[in-house]
């Protein structure tokens, strides 16, 4: 894909009303009326992060440097038209100061244009900016629109997880925590004006294989929703837990009645206190691990492997633990 940088004519510049950050906003109003108060609102409503620069600190950003850094990346399709697909937020802000007489220049914008891009191309494009780039959308976002990919652009899974960075199994679970929450948790509500995105990390964590194993044994995904949405699922992390809890009957009925961490420590008080252990290193621990696992006899191996015991139960829960913390201590800052 060749480009070209170009300073384009700001009216010659049209937002896309598809960007999936914004896509969930714009559906509420019609896109021929929509108007730049509304605009501004749907730009602005995006969830804010560390990795993210909000609406109004990017407003008041361009204002005092008089101008953007990084240029726009836009589409100049056949028909003449130039549509953003990676800058929707800073087009609207210089079309806001030039229609306010803001001072400064805002007749035009730094942009790197390709000409006629078809769609697989702007996906890459989008993916690669704000999935596995430096302006991440939210995770609700990113779920929604590989969401659209895989199920109505009908692209091969193999093609959105290449565009992605090769990351499967992320992929994965992004789209089916974005259909179980659309499904078990959006109806549920009163109102749509009750859905809350910010609750999709919960539905994120219960794709994890034992996680939603254990939770289907003795519930369904509309009582998962349900807890959600009571606050019996405090935090999305605890979902890790809710395995262990849910072996536990005593624990499982404070889950139903508070919530998954007042449950968890059920279940230590459950659990014979191991002194001796409390005093060994978290370095002889894994090594102590490591060693057992590598020498373990053969006969012993069979039993876990091919029973339902509790050993397994605890290991899947290990593996789940020690994924997220080793992902987390090595993400750089």
Same mark, same amino acid.
């Given at each position: 894909m060749e480009s070209k940088y170009r300073d384009l004519i700001i009216e010659e510049v049209e937002?896309?009303?598809?960007?999936?950050?914004?896509?969930?906003?714009?559906?509420?109003?019609?896109?021929?009326?929509?108007?730049?108060?509304?605009?501004?609102?749907?730009l602005g409503s995006g969830v804010e992060d560390?990795?993210?620069?909000?609406?109004?600190?990017?407003y008041n950003s361009i204002k005092t440097n008089r101008g953007i850094i990084h240029p726009i990346i836009v589409n100049h399709q056949l028909d003449g038209k130039y549509v953003v697909?990676?800058?929707?937020?800073?087009?609207?802000?210089?079309?806001?100061?030039?229609?306010?007489?803001?001072?400064?220049?805002?007749?035009?914008?730094?942009?790197?244009?390709?000409?006629?891009?078809?769609?697989?191309?702007?996906?890459?494009?989008?993916?690669?900016?704000?999935l596995v780039g430096p302006r991440e959308w939210d995770p609700y976002s990113k779920a929604k629109y590989l969401y659209y990919l895989s199920n109505e652009e009908n692209l091969p899974m193999s093609q959105v997880i290449d565009f992605c960075g090769g990351k499967s199994s992320e992929v994965t679970k992004y789209i089916n925590a974005y259909q179980d929450m659309e499904k078990y948790y959006r109806p549920q509500l009163n109102s749509d004006d009750e859905f809350d995105q910010r609750e999709f990390s919960k539905f994120f964590e219960l794709q994890n294989s034992s996680v939603k194993t254990a939770l289907l044994a003795n519930y369904t995904m509309e009582d998962y929703a349900k807890w959600v949405i009571n606050g019996n699922v405090d935090t999305a992390i605890n979902?890790?837990?809710?395995?262990?809890?849910?072996?536990?009957?005593?624990?499982?009925?404070?889950?139903?009645?508070?919530?998954?961490?007042?449950? /968890?420590?059920?279940?230590?008080?459950?659990?014979? @206190?191991? &002194?001796?252990?409390?005093?060994?290193?978290? !370095?002889? +621990?894994?090594?102590?691990?490591?060693?057992?696992?590598?020498?373990?006899?053969?006969?012993? /191996?069979?039993?876990?492997?091919?029973?339902?015991? @509790?050993? &397994?139960?605890?290991?899947?829960?290990?593996? !789940?633990? +020690?994924?997220?913390?080793?992902?987390?201590?090595?993400?750089?800052?």
């Open positions: 937002l896309d009303m598809n960007n999936p950050r914004i896509a969930k906003f714009i559906e509420m109003y019609d896109k021929d009326t929509l108007n730049s108060e509304q605009l501004a609102l749907a560390s990795n993210q620069t909000n609406y109004s600190s990017l697909i990676e800058g929707n937020t800073r087009v609207q802000i210089y079309k806001e100061f030039k229609e306010n007489n803001i001072d400064g220049n805002w007749n035009t914008i730094p942009a790197i244009v390709y000409e006629n891009l078809n769609d697989s191309e702007i996906h890459a494009i989008r993916l690669q900016s704000h979902v890790r837990k809710l395995p262990q809890i849910l072996r536990d009957e005593e624990a499982t009925k404070v889950l139903l009645k508070s919530n998954i961490k007042e449950a /968890y420590e059920k279940t230590i008080t459950n659990k014979p @206190e191991y &002194k001796d252990l409390k005093a060994v290193s978290l !370095e002889q +621990l894994c090594v102590e691990l490591t060693n057992r696992m590598n020498n373990m006899p053969l006969k012993d /191996y069979k039993d876990i492997k091919n029973e339902n015991n @509790e050993i &397994k139960s605890y290991l899947t829960d290990l593996k !789940e633990n +020690l994924d997220w913390f080793v992902n987390d201590i090595s993400a750089k800052e």
